[in-house]
């Protein structure tokens, strides 16, 4: 089923972008709040059926052309090279995230990108409702964990509760490429 409600997520924003329409004028046309609508795009947040449908009524998107069609087959997913999903995220400047995965079962519930950290790059502290793993598959990274500034480099790994106030800077001269793991609660 998550699988489904991805699938819809992604043909929404592939939609809005084909038609050349910005989150703001969405927003205004539907009367559902752009961060609202962002959210829907990036897997974020599953969408009420009222809100679904204002937002396909808005993009002209009729129900029968939604791909309601699972990706999953048999024991195992294959993610090809390049074929994750960019999300734009409103407090993540300067970092871009790449979604590859959310789990398709019910009984567990991950998220997996890469997230490229630019040179210079800073997010302020935030929390989540998730633990998260992080590997760093290329630069250096600080990660602020409530009051602690922890180096991760090439190689290293982070595990935490997402809950404690947590950012990343990139003080460093090249960028930095994480793999994140979110584990729901």
Same mark, same amino acid.
């Given at each position: 089923?998550?699988?489904? /409600? ?8 592939? =939609?809005?972008?084909? @038609? ?6 969405? =927003?205004? @046309?539907? !009367?559902?709040? =752009? ?8 897997? @974020? ?20 052309? /939604? ?5 999953? &087959? ?6 090809? &090279? !390049? ?39 800073? @997010? ?17 990274? &600080? %990660? /602020? ?24 800077? &990139?003080?460093?001269?090249?960028? =930095?490429?994480?793999?994140?793991? %979110?584990?729901?609660?």
């Amino acid at each position: 089923m998550d699988d489904i /409600l991805i699938n819809i997520g992604r043909q929404l924003k592939l =939609a809005r972008q084909k @038609r050349d329409l910005t989150l703001q004028q969405v =927003a205004k @046309r539907t !009367g559902v709040s =752009a961060g609202l609508i962002s959210k829907i795009e990036n897997l @974020r947040t599953t969408p009420s059926l009222p809100v679904l449908l204002k937002i396909m009524q808005t993009l002209s998107i009729d129900l029968s052309e /939604l791909d309601l069609s699972s990706s999953v &087959n048999g024991d195992y997913i294959v993610i090809k &090279n !390049g074929t994750g999903t960019k999300e734009d995220r409103e407090d993540s400047v300067n970092l871009e995230y790449t979604h590859l995965l959310s789990s398709p079962s019910s009984d567990s519930s991950i998220r997996v990108y890469i997230v490229s950290v630019s040179a210079g790059a800073y @997010r302020k502290p935030i929390s989540t409702n998730a633990n998260e793993l992080i590997y760093v598959l290329g630069g250096k990274v &600080n %990660y /602020l964990l409530k009051k602690d500034k922890v180096l991760l480099e090439k190689g290293d790994l982070l595990y935490f509760d997402g809950s404690i106030p947590h950012g990343v800077s &990139n003080e460093f001269d090249e960028q =930095a490429t994480m793999l994140k793991i %979110y584990f729901l609660h």
